[in-house]
C-alpha cells in the first residue's frame, strides 16, 4: 500500500523559511514525478512544484519562482519543499503527490496518490 506522508509545516512570521518533507513507502515509483500542490478553504488545490525523481528536472509555479526550491533524496524515498520569503499569500494546506505519467502535470488529476497535507500559516 503506497502512503505518502508530508511533515514540517507550522506558523512562521512573513519572510521567514519552512522545509517541507514528503516520505512516501510501500513502493518505488521512479519514473513517475512528485508534485508539491497547496489549498485554501473554499479554493481548489493548485500545483506549487515538481521534481522528477531520475534526473532532479524541476517545474515552479509563477508565484513560488525564486523562493521555493524542490529536491528529493531518492534513497530515502523524500521530497522536500524548501520555502524561503515566505508571504502571508502561502497560508494554505500542502500536499505532496505522485503524477500518474512519466512526466509532471500541473493538474490535480494527473496524479493519484496524495498525502494528508500540513498545514502552513504565514503571519503578516
Known amino acids: 500500500q503506497v502512503q505518502l506522508v508530508e511533515s514540517g509545516g507550522g506558523l512562521v512570521q512573513a519572510g521567514g523559511s519552512l522545509r517541507l518533507s514528503c516520505v512516501v513507502s510501500g513502493r518505488t515509483f521512479s519514473s513517475r514525478p512528485m508534485g508539491w500542490f497547496r489549498q485554501v478553504p473554499g479554493k481548489e488545490r493548485e500545483f506549487v512544484a515538481a521534481i522528477t525523481w531520475l534526473l532532479g528536472t524541476t517545474s515552479y509555479a509563477d508565484p513560488v519562482k525564486g523562493r521555493f526550491t524542490i529536491s528529493r533524496d531518492s534513497a530515502k524515498n523524500t521530497v522536500y519543499l524548501q520555502m524561503n520569503s515566505l508571504k502571508p499569500e502561502d497560508t494554505a494546506a500542502y500536499y505532496c503527490?505522485?503524477?500518474?505519467?512519466?512526466?509532471?502535470?500541473?493538474?490535480?488529476?494527473?496524479?493519484?496518490?496524495w498525502g494528508q497535507g500540513t498545514q502552513v500559516t504565514v503571519s503578516s
Open positions: 503527490a505522485i503524477s500518474k505519467y512519466s512526466y509532471y502535470s500541473f493538474y490535480v488529476d494527473g496524479y493519484d496518490y
